[in-house]
């Protein structure tokens, strides 16, 4: 696998492609800033996932919830594999030796793979959150019980499957620095190992997985677009639903898309990287290693773009958070007839000593409604 510290053998046991000592200052300088403002949008923007999720009580579905899981593997993962991506470009290798220097090898290796294979393994949970729910909606197939079992079964199938990394990664030094290598003795030698374990990545949490969501996606494509369910004959609600589950559907696609797009490309450089000969070309490896950081980013975007349903639980959530700060009650003052003038006031305004405060119950169930 291509460690985060350290390239297979692609010409020689190098840094990443994005250690470089002749590329120039600005060079370098426009790559730091540009991969930390992608970190700081990766992980402020799935915060706001999360947060509109958890506040919003519409979005407390299934589906979301399984978004949730993502956007927290996306955090962990920006947050971990950013910093010493970013050394890297700096020129710097891992910053500590001995035991920790093990620790920090072994461990960020080992979470950034767990933490790509939580985030596929979750995507084919959702596609089967969907299929079930437009294919059988009659049936409460994946209910919460299932599914906090399904999230379970995800963190332990990525954890399990990554564990052979804590074995193989080893900390090396040389007259540079400090640097990661993986080292497969006695169980395979080096060639071996990482071959086997490369290709073993590859197909049980790349191919697999994404041939079962192409495969799930074609069947709610026809349902939703080719079956009885897509006639337009039916009650408008019926209509509206059935929109709302296309928009959906072409939101995850979106999402599935992007992922391919941004990892597809490192995946390949690593299979030519054990399976062939190949020229070490250091900005390519620098793009492989920065698109995968990317797409972190590019999902609270694309339910952006995508999801009104999100945008209104986003602006809910901002709504929320200043309603709590500074709540309001309405006051309702009666001009002509039976209509009357609405204001809204800070229930800080009214004093201790006001005809409003021994009406606690008022109160309370005003700043409900205005929340």
């Not at 079956?227 to 609600?237: C, V």
């Not at 952006?304 to 958070?321: D, G, H, N, W």
Request: overall charge positive.
């Amino acid at each position: 696998m291509l460690s985060l510290f350290v390239s297979p053998n692609i010409s020689n046991n190098s840094y990443v492609g994005v250690l470089s000592n002749d590329i120039s200052q600005l060079n370098r300088g426009l790559k730091i800033t540009l991969c930390s403002v992608v970190g700081v949008a990766g992980l402020l923007g799935n915060l706001l996932v999360i947060l509109a999720v958890c506040r919003v009580p519409r979005m407390k579905t299934t589906t979301f919830y399984l978004i949730v899981n993502m956007s927290v593997s996306d955090i962990l993962f920006t947050f971990i594999s950013m910093p010493p991506f970013i050394l890297g470009i700096a020129g710097y290798g891992l910053l500590v030796g001995g035991t920790l220097g093990s620790f920090l090898c072994k461990f960020v290796n080992f979470s950034v793979f767990s933490l790509m294979a939580s985030s596929v393994l979750t995507m084919t949970a959702i596609a089967f959150d969907r299929f079930f729910a437009i294919t059988k909606p009659m049936k409460d197939i994946i209910n919460m019980v299932v599914l906090q079992r399904v999230v379970i079964a995800i963190w332990l199938i990525s954890f399990v499957t990554s564990s052979p990394l804590i074995y193989s990664f080893q900390l090396g030094q040389d007259n540079i620095g400090c640097f990661c290598y993986e080292e497969w003795s006695p169980i395979f030698d080096e060639e071996t190992g990482s071959r086997i374990y490369t290709l073993f990545d590859f197909i049980v949490i790349y191919m697999v997985p994404f041939l079962t969501i192409a495969v799930l996606y074609s069947l709610i494509a026809r349902h939703l677009w080719f079956g009885k369910s897509s006639s337009s004959n039916g009650r408008q609600t019926q209509i509206n639903l059935l929109r709302s589950r296309r928009k959906v559907v072409i939101m995850l696609i979106t999402v599935i898309f992007f992922f391919i797009i941004c990892w597809l490309p490192l995946q390949i450089l690593t299979l030519l990287a054990y399976f062939s000969e190949i020229q070490d070309n250091r900005e390519v490896l620098f793009m492989g290693e920065f698109l995968i950081r990317t797409n972190a980013a590019i999902n609270p975007l694309l339910y952006l773009i995508f999801s009104s349903t999100f945008r209104q639980a986003v602006k809910e959530t901002f709504v929320r958070s200043h309603t709590t700060r500074n709540p309001t009650i309405e006051i309702t003052s009666p001009e002509k007839g039976n209509s009357g003038r609405r204001m809204s006031v800070p229930i800080s305004y009214f004093s201790k000593n006001s005809i409003y405060h021994h009406n606690d119950s008022f109160l309370n169930l005003k700043r409900e409604t205005t929340l």
